[in-house]
């Protein structure tokens, strides 16, 4: 368990400030989050098709098994604007991405003067363990379900030669953003289920003994909401669900170890 502050420990080291100070403040650091969007969006636009053809690197592996050598397999766009939006959005995503540690951090500087230390304190770890468990899931995604997702959908294809018409993938660069970015999200999303979890026994609306019991009721709707969010495949749903069963066992764990004592609970009185 976390050891609480003393009374006299747990101060704000926030100063009084008009409130036209304060949205000045709240300006700047908005102008620094635009200013940084804004750079980043460039730079992503500019190595958009590097970054577009990381995201299909898993698609181009299993083509390229599958097909052999000298073989040609290729993605297609059937309207003209279609890849010049498509890299508009790899950019904007990837702007996103990227900016985003400014943004949290000009969110905390504005916010942390006016909390008590005892809140920061509480606060933290989350700050750091939210856009970690976004990068873990986002890479379950990309290198363990995208090929093995992957394999499945392209195994449907039927070659020249097996007595009726040939299938074969022609996928259209839009809506293949489209799926990975779907996925990826997806997976960073439901990783912040530690996050929320804790935090909410952190703050009282549930507790340890509760989340146990609830144990068989958070399976089934973990298989739920993996069923919703994910292709209609059981590979990228049971590649969901089982490491979302997992997170929610290391909930449980974490929230017991921050659990507030007893004299934290009450306010820090014997």
């Not at 969110?107 to 006016?114: C, K, M, R, T, Y």
């Not at 799926?179 to 990783?191: D, E, K, N, P, S």
Request: charged letters at 15%; hydrophobic letters at 55%; aromatic letters at 14%.
């Amino acid at each position: 368990m976390i050891k609480p502050l003393k009374p006299e420990e747990d101060t704000i080291d926030d100063k009084p400030m008009p409130l036209m100070d304060h949205l000045m403040e709240l300006r700047n650091r908005l102008l620094w989050c635009v200013a940084t969007f804004i750079l980043a969006f460039a730079v992503c636009y500019y190595f958009s098709a590097e970054i577009y053809a990381f995201l299909a690197q898993p698609l181009a592996d299993i083509l390229a098994a599958k097909a052999g050598n000298g073989a040609d397999r290729r993605m297609i766009f059937t309207q003209l604007y279609e890849a010049f939006f498509t890299y508009l959005k790899v950019a904007f995503f990837g702007a996103v991405f990227f900016s985003f540690p400014m943004w949290a951090t000009q969110i905390w500087l504005f916010v942390a003067p006016g909390l008590y230390r005892s809140e920061k304190r509480a606060i933290r770890p989350f700050l750091i363990a939210s856009p970690l468990l976004f990068l873990l899931g986002a890479a379950l995604a990309y290198y363990f379900i995208f090929p093995l997702a992957w394999q499945f959908f392209i195994s449907f294809e039927t070659p020249p030669d097996s007595g009726g018409i040939p299938i074969q993938l022609e996928a259209k660069v839009s809506e293949y953003l489209s799926l990975v970015m779907h996925m990826i999200l997806a997976f960073g999303l439901a990783f912040q289920v530690p996050v929320a979890l804790v935090l909410l026994c952190r703050i009282g609306v549930l507790d340890v003994e509760t989340l146990r019991k609830g144990r068989r009721y958070a399976i089934v709707i973990m298989f739920i909401v993996a069923a919703i969010i994910t292709p209609p495949d059981v590979i990228s749903q049971v590649g969901l669900a089982l490491p979302l069963i997992l997170l929610y066992e290391i909930s449980i764990w974490a929230a017991r170890w921050m659990a507030p004592r007893p004299a934290e609970a009450s306010g820090g009185s014997a």
